[in-house]
């Protein structure tokens, strides 16, 4: 279908065990109508029937009766792809499998001549790459797909066990069958050429600004908030929101832990208003549990959220829900992904993170400070009867920043820092 929508190559599909209604009404159901490649003459769909009573095996045969038909698709259509989906049909309806081995790789052979390119699908077998131990020998290209089943969380996986005259990765890739069609996601960037801004942009709160010396956060940067719990991490990241729509910029917030309503009214007792942005249409909260899907779905949603509004910054919080989904080593892939992704096309994000009451703030539950452009730690201490959040710079690569410890304060005046034995009341609210 790809190949006669985008490089006008016309495609058979021959397929041994689905009729073309059936083929048709499976394609259907990712929003793809084949039935117009059809009528273009751009797709033909046949079908060999090989059910019980269908074929008689006597002595040697051939398969010019199968090669035949493929080069009449040539001939009607100018067909430059094929499809040959499952030859294990073939394997389980004849005795002779090596007189057919024979055949096969004849007929791949004659293909190859006509520069055709012929994609043969099989099941995967116990100790061979596919259950007869054959195609991978005559094939150019073996792809090894793999489906599995993680904390009930269903996984793809797809891995090049070879290719000749090419180099390529042996490493596995996710993949994911939604109604776009199949998306393969790549580990990570190949190399690190995304651009650097010397622009800043401001975190919302002016005390903050001053620490990260005087312009908040350089645009484009991956901006880490980690604290437990209470410590205002989701305040310090509505803050930003705020800031962004502000600068009449569109801003992504996924909210992991509170619903678009609970997060604008809890926001609005520290004087931070989201409602009134989120009329505007500058901002936008996407809100639900990671674990209704895997880690790869959401990063195809991220990105699709992301190409179809064009956010100048995105927000996640807390990113640690995640480990409801999948192990550390896979939550950090997939949010590495996410970083690439979104630098690419200089967009600033900025990340909340769970951390426990007794983990050291070296430590963050992902590991993710390495990857992270500017850290902020937030953390209670205590402080005589009352238990007050403390604000640290860990660091922020490329400025001059205050690695002191600061007292957020939050008041309905909104977000502000004070020295650690300066008085509330002295504070001075965001604008």
């Known amino acids: 279908m790809h190949g006669a929508r985008e490089f006008n190559q016309p495609g058979l599909f021959l397929s041994f065990e689905e009729s073309p209604t059936q083929i048709l009404e499976n394609f259907r159901s990712f929003g793809f109508h084949l039935e117009d490649l059809v009528e273009e003459k751009k797709l033909k769909i046949s079908h060999v029937e090989l059910g019980q009573g269908k074929t008689i095996e006597s002595g040697a045969f051939t398969l010019e009766g199968l090669l035949i038909r493929v080069e009449q698709g040539i001939a009607a259509i100018g067909v430059k792809r094929v499809v040959l989906d499952s030859m294990d049909a073939l394997f389980s309806a004849l005795a002779n499998t090596q007189n057919l081995r024979n055949e096969i790789a004849r007929m791949l052979q004659a293909l190859r001549d006509r520069q055709v390119s012929v994609v043969v699908t099989a099941e995967r077998g116990a100790d061979e790459f596919s259950r007869y131990g054959f195609q ?15 904390g009930q969380i269903s996984k793809r996986r797809v891995r090049i066990v070879k290719y000749r005259g090419s180099r390529h990765s042996a490493d596995e890739f996710p993949f994911l069958i939604g109604r776009t069609g199949i998306s393969v996601l790549p580990i990570t960037s190949v190399s690190l050429d995304h651009g650097a801004s010397n622009e800043r942009v401001s975190s919302g709160v002016d005390d903050l600004d001053e620490m990260l010396g ?16 209470g410590t205002g991490k989701s305040s310090l990241a509505s803050a930003f929101a705020v800031a962004v729509c502000k600068r009449s910029e569109r801003c992504l917030y996924f909210s992991f832990e509170e619903s678009a309503a609970q997060k604008t009214r809890n926001m609005k007792s520290i004087g931070i208003d989201l409602e009134a942005w989120l ?19 959401h990063l195809v949603a991220l990105a699709d959220r992301t190409e179809a509004i064009e956010p100048t910054c995105v927000i996640m919080d807390p990113i640690t829900d995640f480990i409801s989904v999948g192990d550390v080593l896979e939550i950090k892939s997939m949010l590495t992904r996410i970083l690439d992704f979104l630098k690419h096309r200089g967009i600033t994000m900025l990340m909340t993170a769970l951390t426990p009451g007794s983990s050291d703030q070296d430590q963050t539950e992902m590991r993710l400070s390495s990857l992270s452009d500017t850290w902020i730690a937030v953390n209670r201490a205590g402080a005589g009867a009352s238990r007050l959040s403390g604000l640290q710079v860990v660091k922020s690569r490329g400025m001059q920043h205050s690695q002191e410890v600061r007292r957020l304060v939050m008041s309905s005046r909104g977000l502000s820092l004070t020295d650690q034995g300066g008085d509330s009341h002295e504070s001075r609210p965001i604008a």
């Open 279 to 297: 009329q505007r249409g500058l901002l936008t909260i996407e809100a639900f549990r990671p674990s209704h899907r895997g880690l790869e779905e």
């Open 136 to 150: 991978e020998y005559v094939s150019d290209c073996v792809l090894l797909l793999d489906h599995r089943i993680s």
């Open 214 to 229: 005087g312009s908040g956060y350089f645009k484009g940067s991956t901006v880490l908030v980690t604290g437990q719990a």
